[in-house]
Antibody, heavy 125, light 110 residues
Framework: QVQLVESGGGVVQPGTSLTLSCAAS????????MHWVRQAPGKGLDWVAV????????SYASSVKGRFTISRGTSKNTLYLQMNSLRAEDTAVYYC??????????????????WGQGTTVTVSS | QSVLTQPPSVSAAPGQKVTISCSGS????????VSWYQQVPGTAPKFLIY???KRPSGIPDRFSGSKSGTSATLGITGLQTGDEADYYC???????????FGGGTRLTVL
């Protein structure tokens, strides 16, 4: 079945780096835009970044631009989020999510039909 | 402060109907498609509505979506205790070149 499994979360100090992974299975990974969405403790959903199906386009939330990098390893069916210069406010559960359509939909067709279980990132000294 | 505005909470009795509003602007809801998500605390969000008013397979027709101008609405009829959850609207913001979510609405089925 279609599945997304995140890994790589942990407890890190402010200013350090961490890379999250999201292993995809059960669908044509290279055909779908992929998103990262986070949720701070007790807070709502916070969109982080998106990479297009062919990796030709990437967009980021202003709060992470310049610090986070989204990428995809197509041969490994894996989505990544490289996070640098981590701050306390980056503490959250990080979800990867798959766009509902395949191909060149355009980001204005906003929607994620499959979500992973999430991985927790805690930034604390 | 979220770009999209939702009421913090709504409530209704079992069997009744409830609507959840999501207000935005021309740079987001006004010119892009809206999707809706259900999240039971401690679990991942679930895809409920896409392209303003379409339901993915497996989502009952008790759930509906609509959009008018810069606002969107999620409707749930025949409320069940299992519908108690947080509900989020989301869309693309063309000015920000970023995805945006509403702050979420906690549904209580009394």
């Amino acid at each position: 079945q279609v599945q997304l499994v995140e890994s790589g979360g942990g407890v890190v100090q402010p200013g350090t780096s961490l890379t999250l992974s999201c292993a995809a299975s059960g669908f044509t990974f290279s055909g779908h835009d992929m998103h990262w969405v986070r949720q701070a403790p007790g807070k709502g959903l916070d969109w982080v970044a998106v990479v297009s199906y062919d990796e030709s386009n990437k967009s980021y939330a202003s709060s992470v631009k310049g610090r986070f990098t989204i990428s995809r390893g197509t041969s490994k069916n894996t989505l990544y989020l490289q996070m640098n210069s981590l701050r306390a406010e980056d503490t959250a559960v990080y979800y990867c999510a798959k766009h509902y359509g395949s191909g060149n939909y355009g980001y204005y067709y906003f929607g994620m039909d499959v979500w992973g279980q999430g991985t927790t990132v805690t930034v604390s000294s | 402060q979220s770009v999209l505005t939702q009421p913090p909470s709504v409530s209704a009795a079992p069997g009744q109907k409830v609507t959840i509003s999501c207000s935005g602007s021309s740079s987001n809801i006004g010119n892009n498609y809206v999707s809706w998500y259900q999240q039971v605390p401690g679990t991942a969000p679930k895809f409920l509505i896409y392209e303003n008013n379409k339901r993915p397979s497996g989502i009952p027709d008790r759930f509906s979506g609509s959009k008018s101008g810069t606002s969107a609405t999620l409707g749930i009829t025949g409320l069940q205790t299992g519908d108690e959850a947080d509900y989020y609207c989301g869309t693309w913001d063309s000015s920000l070149s970023a995805g945006v979510f509403g702050g979420g609405t906690r549904l209580t089925v009394l």
